[in-house]
């Protein structure tokens, strides 16, 4: 068990809708990652957050958005849902918000979309 | 630009025998180097990484890599890999700047 958590462990929706997953990360960690993994991409980094802030972005969709509470945890927004997002989410958190840090990584939420 | 390669996609190991997977990286400067595996359903484990010193890194569960700069390799090995580390492995570099940059994975299939 890392300490991070994810819910919901699996969200079924259908295109055109919108959800929203939610992370919340190690006692401790400031720093909150999200990843998307698909058969057909691999693992890709979404963005990251740091005490707040956005700290950097990857190969984020504009259709989807995430933020991170005072309470650090937080939450990635997706919305006008297609075929091809369907995907497993993960959160990462890390204490710092480094390259050098190691990622503790939570279970993940997996999105099907009808 | 960093960039890291995992040059096999899958490796398919008998149970018993050793594992060497490989990963090699491009990057300026001395790089921090790490290895994470991903059971089937499960999140990223950290298995080890490498900051500096020794250049030989023991992990969890058995494993082992070593950092070679002349080679811009940080291979992962196990001398007798069991039915359990059938899984995902990745392996990533970062710097104290730049987030970490992924391989695309190496999946482990474990023969009885």
């Known amino acids: 068990d890392s300490g991070v958590t994810q819910t919901p462990k699996h969200l079924i929706t259908a295109t055109g809708q919108r959800v929203t997953l939610r992370c919340s990360p190690r006692?401790?960690?400031?720093?909150v990652y999200w990843y998307q993994q698909s058969l057909d991409q691999g693992l890709q980094f979404l963005i990251q957050?740091?005490?707040?802030?956005?700290?950097a972005k990857g190969n984020i969709l504009e259709r989807f958005s995430a933020q991170q509470f005072p309470d650090l945890h937080s939450e990635l927004n997706l919305s006008s849902l297609e075929l091809g997002d369907s995907a497993l989410y993960f959160c990462?958190?890390?204490?710092?918000?480094?390259?050098?840090?190691?990622?503790?990584f939570g279970p993940g939420t997996r999105l099907t979309v009808l | 630009a960093q960039s890291v390669t995992q040059p096999d996609i899958h490796i398919t190991v008998s149970e018993g025998a050793s594992l060497e997977l490989r990963c090699n990286y491009s990057?300026?400067?001395?790089?921090?180097l790490f290895w994470y595996v991903q059971s089937p359903g499960q999140g990223l484990q950290l298995l080890l990484k490498?900051?500096?010193?020794d250049t030989l890194v023991q992990g969890i569960k058995g494993f082992e890599a070593e950092f070679k700069r002349s080679q811009s390799s940080f291979n992962l090995r196990k001398p007798s890999v069991h039915w359990s580390d059938a899984a995902e492995y990745f392996c990533?570099?970062?710097?104290?700047?730049?987030?970490?940059?992924w391989g695309a994975g190496t999946k482990l299939i474990i023969k009885p």
């Open positions: 957050y740091y005490n707040g802030e956005e700290r």
């Open positions: 006692s401790g960690d400031l720093s």
């Open positions: 990057y300026g400067a001395t790089p921090y």
């Open positions: 490498y900051f500096s010193g």
């Open positions: 990462a958190s890390s204490t710092g918000g480094r390259g050098t840090d190691t990622q503790y």
């Open positions: 990533a570099v970062g710097d104290i700047n730049y987030q970490l940059i």
